[in-house]
């Protein structure tokens, strides 16, 4: 069994482009991919699975242990595993390792590709890997140069040997070839022109620049993965899921998860349909629906539908993106109205980072005193954000409330993984057993 993890001192050191490379070289050699990108990062994923390979999220904020070994009895089912790892190597909540690419690394036992740079430094390079290595429990097992002439390889590898032992994989020069980004992040790969071959020209650079050979054999892993018990739903029942140019933000493993435990999901689109009808549920997740308000906002249709919908019992998730469609407003443009309040977007984000919600009464995913974790992304504010939960940083600092949270509602700016937190998944569950089909 093959995997490797890919990470690097800093963001911005160019962990996706190469491994997006490596992804697309093993497909060239006929090897089955399983992918993973450590974090709440929706984005990465979309880009592997759009090159064939089996694209998930690793989590150790989000999910149990339990869910993630889980995860990766999925992903060892294909012939190589390759995660790419957030922000630098070490960095985790806080000032802390926790949740960070280091610490999955050392919990999947899986070797650690280091992404560097030669770039203007000499000896010193041994020195900054040298850290890396020594500051704390890694599996780092080799290092890629990135931004460095190939013709330096053997300068750079008789320094990297020296001072830490560890093999050089390849020297890849600087390359013009970066992906576009925009407020949250990436752009998903339908949005960018010329994906495949941008996605391509990185095999290439991978081919041409990094033994890919050698690289492999210091990949080797024994399996970690364990499979969960399932209690599938005696028969299916079916959710409504947003599903458009607005809303995208969701974690495969979930859908995939709650598909395999009964839910049927059933895909439509918020910018222009009604809601479906023999629904027990319905799930809006996150995305851009600020650039898309005018089409939303002559939806009417829809936000009567939900509305009824909601009175009538049925079960709604809204979060992020989802939660901004039900404010009256986005921007000043019409919205579903399903609550009050106006979201509107500002160049800076707003809250960030991994946080608890924590629940005081009984509600569609929580009842009083259980809590769970979520994650916080947006550039956008709304003036009502709802107060039915309290939120904190793991640490407990930075208490605020938020959300609505109903017997048969959550909808909000924190992002839930409801699969990963028991908690979520079962109270999910057992409210949509508990829903009347919704027929209009």
């Not at 482009?17 to 992804?23: E, K, Q, W, Y």
């Not at 960070?100 to 020195?127: D, H, V, Y």
């Not at 809204?318 to 399903?338: C, R, T, V, Y």
Request: proline residues 5%; charged residues 25%; hydrophobic residues 40%.
């Amino acid at each position: 069994m093959k995997r490797m993890l890919l990470s690097a001192g800093h963001s911005g050191a160019g962990k996706t482009s190469i491994t997006m490379g490596i992804i697309g070289a093993l497909i060239r050699r006929n090897m089955t991919v399983a992918s993973a990108k450590i974090g709440p990062d929706y984005i990465d994923p979309m880009y592997h699975r759009a090159l064939g390979a089996y694209g998930v999220n690793l989590d150790r904020h989000l999910m149990g242990d339990d869910y993630i070994l889980h995860l990766m009895a999925q992903l060892e089912k294909k012939d190589v595993i390759v995660m790419e790892g957030a922000m630098g190597y070490y960095d985790g909540m806080a000032t802390t390792t926790a949740c960070s690419a280091a610490e999955m690394a050392n919990f999947t036992k899986t070797p650690t590709l280091f992404i560097a740079s030669g770039r203007g430094k000499g000896a010193s390079l041994g020195a900054e890997l040298q850290g890396f290595l020594n500051y704390g429990e890694n599996t780092i097992a080799g290092v890629i140069l990135n931004h460095t002439k190939p013709a330096m390889a053997p300068y750079y590898e008789k320094i990297i040997k020296e001072a830490t032992g560890l093999p050089l994989f390849g020297c890849i020069p600087d390359l013009d070839r970066d992906l576009p980004e925009r407020h949250l992040g990436l752009h998903r790969p339908e949005e960018i022109e010329n994906f495949r071959a941008f996605a391509e020209n990185w095999a290439d650079v991978v081919e041409n620049y990094v033994d890919l050979d050698k690289l492999l054999a210091a990949c080797e892993a024994k399996s970690v993965g364990r499979e969960m018990a399932m209690n599938p739903l005696r028969k299916k029942i079916p959710v409504a899921i947003a599903k458009d140019e607005a809303f995208f933000f969701y974690y495969e493993d979930v859908l995939d998860d709650l598909s395999e435990r009964g839910v049927e999901w059933i895909p439509f689109s918020p910018l222009a349909d009604p809601l479906p009808k023999g629904i027990c549920g319905v799930y809006l997740g996150g995305g851009y629906p600020e650039l898309h308000k005018e089409a939303l906002a002559k939806n009417t249709a829809l936000a009567r539908d939900l509305k009824t919908f909601a009175e009538k019992g049925g079960v709604l998730i809204a979060e992020g993106g989802g939660f901004m469609s039900l404010l009256e407003k986005i921007d000043g443009s019409e919205a579903f109205g399903f609550f009050p309040g106006e979201a509107k977007m500002n160049d800076r984000l707003q809250h960030f980072g991994y946080q608890m919600i924590n629940a005081e009464e009984d509600g569609l995913l929580l009842k009083a005193g259980q809590s769970a974790p979520v994650h916080e992304f947006h550039y956008s504010g709304a003036d009502e954000e709802g107060d039915d939960l309290l939120i904190q940083k793991p640490n407990g600092r930075g208490k605020r409330r938020t959300a609505h949270h109903g017997k048969n509602i959550y909808a909000g700016y924190p992002q839930l993984h409801l699969s990963g937190n028991e908690i979520l998944r079962e109270n999910f569950l057992e409210a949509l057993k508990e829903a009347t089909p919704w027929q209009g």
